[in-house]
């Protein structure tokens, strides 16, 4: 663990230091956040700390904004998706049109988390991610710092090497707040009309867009990644 943490800080001092103020730490709020936050924090790295807040967010999730509030202050920047484009889409697609196709639903993660996240990342040199090797095959390969050809930054992964089993242990060791939804076999926690609990052996992901084709699973376009992915995947991103 202590191998792990010093790696973690390194990368997380190195992106402060190379980029200053253009630098942000994306944040979905799972585990691994969990941890980053506490070492963001607990070193004063002075990360700016950003988490979308999409409409549809689990109660779990609003719980777990107020009890991070409650523990480090305001440090939380919650950054919401644009009203207007949201209303048009619902009467485009009905209040639940992510259900019908593929398409609603890619156009409805565009709407909700990757145009608030464009504003976010615009003018910024460099973003920090949660993202481990262990969640999906198509994270695998994640490297330290990548250049993102998305959104045209340095993308530092400090949790890459984290296990699941690192990071709950580091949670327990610390006592912090987490979603508790977890608690409830949520793995993977999104919004709550895109997120179910998953059963024993299923993949940590498969609790996300279950009523899809398996192959379109893994990522909602947050991180399309600069690593090909798999055959026959059509890889697009999440887990900020």
């Known amino acids: ?7 973690t800080l390194l990368l997380l001092k190195e992106a402060s230091d190379n980029h200053g103020d ?7 709020l799972s585990p691994q956040g969990m941890v980053l936050i506490d ?24 719980d777990l904004m107020a009890s991070l509030t409650d523990k480090y202050g305001g440090i939380l920047d919650i950054r919401f ?12 697609d009905g209040i639940n049109g992510f259900y019908d196709s593929l398409e609603n639903r890619k156009r409805c993660c565009a709407i909700r988390k990757i145009h608030p996240l464009q504003k976010v990342l615009k003018g910024k ?8 090797k262990d969640e999906s095959k198509n994270r695998a390969d994640i490297q330290a710092v990548e250049d993102d050809p998305v959104y045209g930054l340095k993308k530092y992964n400090p949790m890459r090497n984290w296990t699941e089993k690192d990071v709950w242990a580091y949670i327990r060791d610390h006592e912090l707040p ?20 998953i059963s024993m052996g299923e993949d940590p992901r498969s609790g996300r867009w279950w009523w899809e084709n398996e192959d379109t699973l893994v990522e909602c376009g947050l991180h399309v990644s600069s690593l090909k992915a798999p055959k026959g995947e059509n890889e697009s991103g999440d887990g900020i």
Not at 81 to 92: L, R
Not at 125 to 132: F, P
Request: net charge negative; glycine share 6%; aromatic share 8%.
């Open 1 to 7: 663990m202590n191998t792990l943490m010093d790696e």
């Open 22 to 28: 253009k630098l942000v730490y994306s944040c979905s």
């Open 39 to 62: 070492l963001i924090c607990q070193y004063d790295l002075g990360i700016r700390i950003v988490t979308l807040d999409t409409g549809r967010l689990p109660k779990a999730t609003y």
């Open 81 to 92: 998706p644009d009203s207007e484009e949201v209303q048009n889409m619902v009467k485009s």
């Open 125 to 132: 040199e460099a973003w920090i991610t949660g993202r481990r």
């Open 178 to 197: 987490y979603n508790a939804l977890h608690d409830q076999f949520y793995v993977s926690i999104g919004c709550d009309c895109c997120t179910r609990a």
